[in-house]
């Protein structure tokens, strides 16, 4: 199968038997074969080769290779800022078709994949700018005597990635570590596995050296758990629950692994009294269920002001009624499916919870009436949700919004950080101390001011608390996959002390 033939097609079923591993394509000794679901119809659309045991020793292999090759010893930075524009460039051009390939895999609607598509061009662009520009320092210890530092390749990278926004994952992982001078290997999860073969076709018609990007699709406790553990995998970085994270880092621990995790959030959108409504209501209804709420940063905890408590619920509600659910390929509509059953049964589990837990339940709650199939729910809100129940402070990873009201600023921000998470935040007031106060109080990697969901490229994010480790996006993310090196240069004359001289 040659890399032509890895262009997966947009209709009908195919089988796909070959994995991605210094520069080929490989068919697993196992054979076995990872079935994809489409999750607007619950039916079998593609099948993917599953990676064993095996093919992780022959991705690792092929990864400490190419760092021993060109790639990481000769290649200049800005040689390797060049084939990431070519990378991006690539990603371009085949958007189309491969938003098409994310939309069948995951249920997003295609205006969100190819929109993601687009961005995770920019992020590859923006690391490819950033390779020349990851600098040491000099250090003046002492007139005679040179003393600076390096910045040089952690090695061989695992990332792990998500389900739900697989290509945009990819991207945040794959620009920093190849700038940087790294070697992949991207583990994409199983209930989404095409959309990263797509990448190791881009990556082959780059000109990528062999062994500088590798795919495996597969599951996590076979697959995902052995690069975890592999002696020859440098760093691990992972997007997903931060359960999955802690066994990693348990894993990882026996060779000390680096760790980068992003692991979710239950993210407070505070309206005050004195807000924007009309543009904190359009906002927040985007920000609540845009991926069908399958985000980490989703606004799944709205605070509202008590005096506008009412007005804002009842105008949020009837706002979420007019939501369009249905086809992800259709363009009409505006959210799709959950990815999976297992996705699907969990948000339904929380609605249950909400009802049983006293709170109001005033938009969704059920399925989509002409919706006979596929793993569709309503977007839902409840309102006058307790802050200490499930709802409140468990991430349900569907359309489920739950709503409370508070009374004052210094309420608003307790009742935000009371919570294991500390990812995303809105603050929407037109005082702006009241505005600086708050976002200096809330715990959160990100916090926005009269607006939501500032993801960019040069901006670094990351969580506080379960949320994760480390930062994603920005230069300052490069450090994340360098080991730094101190060098001391003595340039004196002066004969040392021998302390050990009779």
Sequence with gaps: MNNEEMRLPIEGVQTFEKVF??????????????????????????????????????????????????????????????????????????????????SRDNGKPLHDTE?????????????????????????????????????????????????????MMAAWKLG??????????????EQTPVSALQLGRLAQEAGLPPGVVNVLPGYGPVAGAALTTHPGVNKVAFTGDWRTAQKIMQAASGSLKRCTFECGGKSPFIVFEDADLDKALVVGLNSAFRSTGQSCSIASRIFVQRPIYERFASAFAERAKAIRVGNPLDAHTHIGPQTSADQLAKTQRYIGLGLESGARLIAGGGRPPGLDRGYFVEPTVFADVRNDSCLAQEEVFGPVIAMLPFDDEAEAVSLANDSNYGLVAAVWTQD????????????????????????????????????????????ESLLEYTEVKSVFVDLSDQRPADRFAD
């Design 21 to 102: 591993i210094g520069g080929e394509w490989i068919a697993p000794r196992g054979g076995r074969l990872i079935e994809s679901i489409d999750p607007a119809t619950e039916e079998v659309w593609t099948r993917v080769a599953e990676s064993g045991l095996e093919e992780v020793d022959l991705a690792v292999a092929a990864a400490r290779q190419a760092m021993q090759g060109p790639w990481a010893r000769y290649f200049t930075a800005s040689q390797r800022g060049e084939y990431l524009r070519r990378f991006a460039l690539l990603l371009r051009r085949d958007a189309e078709r491969i938003a098409h390939l994310e």
């Design 432 to 475: 702006i101390k009241r505005a600086h106060r708050v976002a200096a109080a809330v715990e959160a990697g990100l916090v926005c001011v009269n607006t939501y969901g500032a993801t960019h490229w040069m901006l670094p994010y990351g969580g506080f608390k379960l949320s994760g480790i480390g930062r994603e996006n920005s230069l």
């Design 115 to 167: 929109g993601e598509i687009s961005k995770a061009a920019d992020w590859l662009d923006f690391f490819a700018g950033g390779a020349d520009k990851l600098n040491g320092s000099q250090i003046p210890v002492r007139p005679d005597a040179l003393a600076f530092t390096r910045r040089e390749p952690i090695g061989v990278v695992a990332a792990i990635l998500p389900w739900n926004s697989p290509i």
């Design 176 to 189: 920093p570590a190849l700038a940087a001078g790294n070697a992949i290997i991207l583990k994409p999860a």
